[in-house]
């Protein structure tokens, strides 16, 4: 069934089987796993280690093809372009999502401006050159730190910078790994704050995994991940 979702609908997985390895160790990294996630909506992924939450933000972020199902995002059927190769795949990448990462995964020589120059450039945008990286920056609380190496940040302040690269490009999904895990409680409450409010500002979906469950009242809606299935959880 390849019917195209609602275009108010930012992630749609359908029934979305993963399966990694060969022969006998092969493993079913996702199960049958169906979700929908709306503009503007921060949805939590929790469950425990190797239960299959980064296969799905690898699937939904056009990082891994599943072995079966259908995958939209942004309107965009994740398997008719990926038939376009994988320059059409890395184009609608850098073009379309944002990625934040367990470590922030800055560039240790550049700065925090410069960090979301470079994204900027490499996404092809017109205007790239004469981006200014300021406004971001300060929308993150890290204005102040705009000259600053990664090396020269706390955790919290290398997680913001992150978020800010992750904006530069006005994605419609960012893909959001372990924010917090580095984080002392208030750092963590602050960053997943400052994620639900630049995602419902914005209209941005937002899938977030994380262990983390104090910072879950911050989040639209949690889902688990067990064994690569999912399911929602009661609030």
């Known amino acids: 069934m ?29 199960d049958s796993v ?36 259908d995958v939209h995002v942004l309107g965009e059927d994740l398997a008719a372009l990926r038939e376009r190769g994988q320059g059409a795949l890395a184009g609608f990448r850098r073009r379309r999502l944002g990625f934040v990462f367990q470590s922030g995964n800055l560039v240790p020589a550049l ?34 730190r705009a000259g600053h190496r990664p090396g020269e940040l706390s955790g919290g302040e290398r997680q913001r910078v992150g978020i800010a690269r992750a904006l530069v490009n006005e994605p419609g999904l960012m893909l959001v ?8 409680r208030a750092r963590s409450h602050e960053i997943v704050e400052l994620l639900a409010e630049r995602c419902h500002e914005r209209g941005i979906a937002v899938v977030m995994v994380t262990h983390d ?23």
């Open 2 to 30: 390849n019917d195209a979702p609602s275009a108010d609908v930012a992630l749609l997985l359908r029934d979305v089987t993963l399966e990694v390895g060969d022969g006998a160790g092969k493993v079913r990294a996702m």
């Open 34 to 69: 169906s979700l929908e996630v709306l503009p503007g909506e921060l949805v939590a992924v929790v469950g425990p280690s190797g239960a299959g939450k980064s296969s799905l933000l690898a699937v939904a972020g056009a990082l891994a093809a599943p072995t079966s199902g």
């Open 111 to 144: 700065t925090a401006a410069d960090q979301l120059r470079l994204a900027r450039r490499i996404s092809g945008r017109p205007g790239a050159r004469g981006f200014d990286p300021m406004p971001l920056l300060e929308a993150v609380g890290m204005s102040h």
């Open 177 to 184: 790994d372990e924010p917090t895990a580095a984080l002392d």
């Open 213 to 235: 469950h104090d910072v879950l009242e911050h989040c639209d809606r949690v889902v688990e991940m067990v064994d690569g299935r999912l399911s929602p959880v009661a609030s």
